[in-house]
Nanobody, 123 residues
Framework: QVQLVESGGGLVQAGGSLRLSCAAS????????MGWFRQAPGNEREFVAT????????VYADSVKGQFTISRDNTKNTVALQMNNLKPEDTAVYFC????????????????WGQGTQVTVST
């Protein structure tokens, strides 16, 4: 079992930055690839970024490439999402997810989820 707790969401003006963090507990963190997903009102949950277990190989959704950066610290059992130049369309609940094995790019491949943190970008 893995417990995930996100933090760092909030209200920011367009063009601003936020850094989300996800703290993991309950199992060996480095056994899990980690991902970030988001869900805007009325939309399905969508993939944002993922990072491999140890070497830090990353994959991003086209919509956030060059804007968001995912990173992890296996000594602190945390994964972060640095979000720069935020736009109103980035407004969503952001979820941290864990998968045993290879990095997840779809919801169905994730084994564990956090409760989400709200990000709201104003114009």
């Amino acid at each position: 079992q893995v417990q995930l707790v996100e933090s760092g969401g909030g209200l920011v003006q367009a063009g601003g930055s936020l850094r989300l963090s996800c703290a993991a507990s309950g199992s060996t963190f480095s056994n899990y690839a980690m991902g970030w997903f988001r869900q805007a009102p009325g939309n399905e949950r969508e993939f944002v970024a993922t990072i491999s277990r140890v070497a830090g190989s990353t994959v991003y959704a086209d919509s956030v490439k060059g804007q968001f950066t995912i990173s992890r610290d296996n000594t602190k059992n945390t994964v972060a999402l640095q979000m720069n130049n935020l736009k109103p369309e980035d407004t969503a609940v952001y979820f941290c997810a864990a998968r045993w094995g290879s990095p997840p790019t779809t919801q169905s491949r994730c084994n564990y989820w956090g409760q989400g943190t709200q990000v709201t970008v104003s114009t």
